[in-house]
Each structure stands twice: as C-alpha cells, then as structure tokens.
C-alpha cells in the first residue's frame, strides 16, 4: 500500500512539473508571438513623392472620391466643365457635376464620363430667374430673384457609395455671406440601378425650384447649424462600395464651421439610415478605453475628433480619409486652404499663396490621429502652383498599400495654368525600412 502510494506522489510531482513545463512554454511562446506581430505591425513615417504629375482634363476642383459598385471610381468636381468632349470641344461649365472614372491612372487608359446629375450651376439660368421663388414666399429671402440666384450657390464634396447607392453631399453657400461662406449641406442621392437622383427627403433633386428653401420647407439636410457645423462634408472610404467596412457604419468629418475651422468635427450613421438625419451620431469624445463616444441627434454637443493648426483658411478644406486594408490603417490627407499666417483665415480669396500638406494615420475612424508629414508650404516644383484641397483617391492602391495616388486641385495664375485633376502618385515610407 505504501509503495502504491509512494508512486502515485511521484506521478502527480511528475505531472505538476509537467504542468509548469508546459505552462511556462505557452508563455514563452504567447510572448515571442506578440513580440513577432508587434514586430511585423508597420507605420507611416514618411512620404515620398514621384516627380511626374499627371494634369488630366479642363478645368475644374475639390475632385472628392469614392469606388461604385461597378468597380469604377467616381469624383465630384466643382467650378468648370471637367473633361472635354470626344471630339475635344468643351463641356457646359457646371458648379457642381460628378464624373466616372475608369482605367488606371496613367494618361493613356485613364477615361472620364459625365454621369446624369441635377444641375446646380449658377451660371446660364436666366430662364429660370422668375420662378425660382414662388411670389408668395418672396418675403422670407433678402432679394430679387437675379440676384438670388447668383448668391445661392452649390458646390460638391463628399461622396460615398454604399450597396449600390451613389450618395453625394452639396455645399450651400448662402446669400449675402459671401461666396466662401457655408451655411449648410444637401444629401442627394442615386439608388441603385437608377438613373436620377433624389434629396434625402424624397424629393425629386432634378426639380430645380426647390434649391432654395421655399415651398416645401427647408430642403437642405444641415442649415444654420451651431458655428454652421456640418456645412461641408467628407466620407470615409473603404474599398469599392464600402465593401471593406466591417461595422456596418458609414464616417463622416466636416470642419466646425468658418471660425473654428481648425477643429474636426465627426458624425457616423448606419449605412440604412443615412438619409435619416435623426439617427445620425456625433462624435463627443475618446474615454479612457480608447474607444470614442457618441451621442445621435444633438449635433450642439458634438466634440473635437481632432485639432489642427489655428489660422487653417476655412474654404475648400476637408480631410479626405481611405481605409488601407493592406496596412490595416487608416490614412488621412489633408491641408489648409490658407496657411497659417500668411493671412486672414476667413478671407474671400484664401489662394494668394500655395495652402499646406499633412498626412496622419490612425487604427480607426476616430482617430487617435498620428501625423507622419508636414508641409506648412506645399509646393510640386513650381513658384507659381496654389495647391489646395489634396485627396487620397481610394482605388490605385498597390498590394502591399504602400504606394498611393494623391489629387489635388491648383489655382495658379488666377485658376488657370493647373487649374485641373492634377494627380502625383506617393509612396508611405514605413517604420522598420532602410
């Protein structure tokens, strides 16, 4: 009996050994695995820029981006006729249009087409001068219908495609503010495998006496908000029709209005409720797990997603944001209109001098955001250029994520020289190269 005893003690010393052993080797081995993908996890730290710019088209800005479901790319262009005809005769010039883009981003495949879009453009609508505003809702605007229709104007910026629907959010520049001075944001939107495009709410967006806020009430989506947040607005992008995205969210980010440009504001929404403003989301701030808080439907108590450098020029600047799959980051890509000192921020003209450049990269939407390059005077070789408002397009990504194409507008020699889709391909330098 004893002797049974005996080897069943040395058995469960055997095993309790054993048991350290074993335990102490799946440490070993759970640190030498994180320690491995803390290795192989890389950053930005850098930027490098080819010296070939591709200048494509007429004229024209602001080009923001995202990928249809048909694989192509489309882009909002503003204040031009975009591309030429086949036979090289020009386009009608139009405040706002969107293009689709397809082939890659070289010259010789690259080939853009006018798609069908409501007619925003302020120029060339005499015809129209009358009826804009009914007689009976004259009272509640400052002035004569001529002269309202040249003060009400519309400019596109973000624009996102989600399950086939192409969304895209129209500035509004309202009268007697100034040209440069948002008030507010139209959604309209293209439902999948239509042609023509709709308000947000249901309204038809091609009928043009609803621009303005008349009969109807107001057809704008953000009006007159608080410091006249959310009156221009950026999407997110994640890969061809936000297949990517995982959370079923759809970002958004928008400077806080013309006298607090420098800070970012954010709002997300789900992808079925985008045309639902009440259930939007704001952004308050980042708790102490990292993660960010919201609240849905007061936009008054929205917080600062992130701040950039005070004196930024408030007109035509907005992040343009890609979600990396490869790197598994976010990449932003952003600027100044005007630079910081160089003149008033909420200045009428912000071009008499180039604007700056800023990436940043993040893990999710919210941020923490981390700048990896800065250029407080943005240049591409000439003394001439008057860069602004640079955008990541989210296709032409390489495979390993690493090398992107950047876009940008310029506004050199009075909006004429460059002004133009101008793209320079850039490659991230990362963390752990030579």
């Not at 200048?55 to 006729?81: F, S």
């Not at 800065?374 to 690493?402: C, F, H, M, T």
């Not at 950047?406 to 190269?433: P, R």
Request: charged share 25%; net charge neutral; with cysteine.
């Amino acid at each position: 009996m004893n002797t049974q005893k005996s080897s069943l003690l040395k058995q469960k010393d055997t095993f309790v050994l054993n048991l350290r052993f074993n335990n102490r080797l799946l440490l070993i081995l759970s640190v030498l695995i994180t320690t491995m993908c803390t290795e192989e996890k890389q950053y930005p730290v850098g930027v490098d820029f080819d010296s070939k710019i591709v200048r494509l088209g007429e004229k024209g800005d602001n080009w923001c981006m995202t990928v249809g479901d048909d694989g192509a790319l489309y882009t909002a262009q503003c204040d031009g006729r975009g591309w030429f005809n086949d036979d090289g005769t020009k386009k009608d010039f139009k405040n706002t249009q969107v293009w689709r883009i397809t082939g890659g981003p070289d010259a010789a495949s690259f080939h853009a087409e006018m798609i069908n879009f409501p007619d925003y453009s302020r120029t060339g609508l005499t015809e129209i001068h009358g009826p804009i505003v009914p007689p009976d809702s004259a009272t509640k605007f400052p002035s004569q219908n001529d002269k309202l229709l040249r003060d009400w104007n519309w400019y596109g910026y973000g624009i996102v495609s989600v399950d086939g629907n192409l969304y895209q959010f129209i500035s509004h520049c309202g009268a007697r503010r100034g040209w440069s001075w948002f008030d507010g944001t139209q959604l309209i939107w293209r439902p999948k495998g239509e042609a023509n495009w709709k308000r947000w709410n249901g309204t038809d967006a091609h009928d043009r006496d609803r621009w303005l806020l008349n009969e109807g009430g107001n057809q704008l989506m953000f009006f007159n908000e608080p410091e006249h947040a959310f009156s221009f607005i950026t999407v997110a992008q994640y890969g061809k029709d936000y297949q990517q995205n995982k959370d079923g969210y759809v970002y958004l980010y928008s400077p806080e209005g013309k006298k607090k440009a420098a800070n970012l504001n954010m709002a997300r929404v789900k992808k079925e409720d985008i045309l639902d403003r009440n259930k939007w989301e704001y952004f308050t701030k980042i708790n102490e797990k990292g993660e960010a808080e919201w609240i849905m439907g007061d936009i008054s108590k929205r917080g600062v997603v992130h701040k950039f450098p005070e004196g930024w020029g408030f007109y035509s600047w907005s992040p343009s944001v890609v979600w990396n799959e490869k790197l598994g980051l976010f990449i932003m890509v952003t600027g100044g209109t005007q630079r910081p000192g160089t003149g008033d921020p909420v200045s009428p003209y912000p071009h008499a001098e180039s604007g700056s450049l800023m990436f940043l990269y993040a893990e999710k939407p919210w941020g923490p955001w981390k700048q990896f390059y800065w250029k407080e005077n943005w240049q591409v070789g000439e003394e001439i250029n008057r860069l602004y408002l640079p955008q990541l397009a989210p296709k032409w990504i390489s495979e390993d994520g690493k090398t992107m194409q950047l876009v940008f507008s310029d506004a050199a020699n009075g909006h004429s020289t460059y002004y133009k889709w101008n793209m320079q391909k850039i490659t991230l330098k990362m963390s752990g190269e030579e």
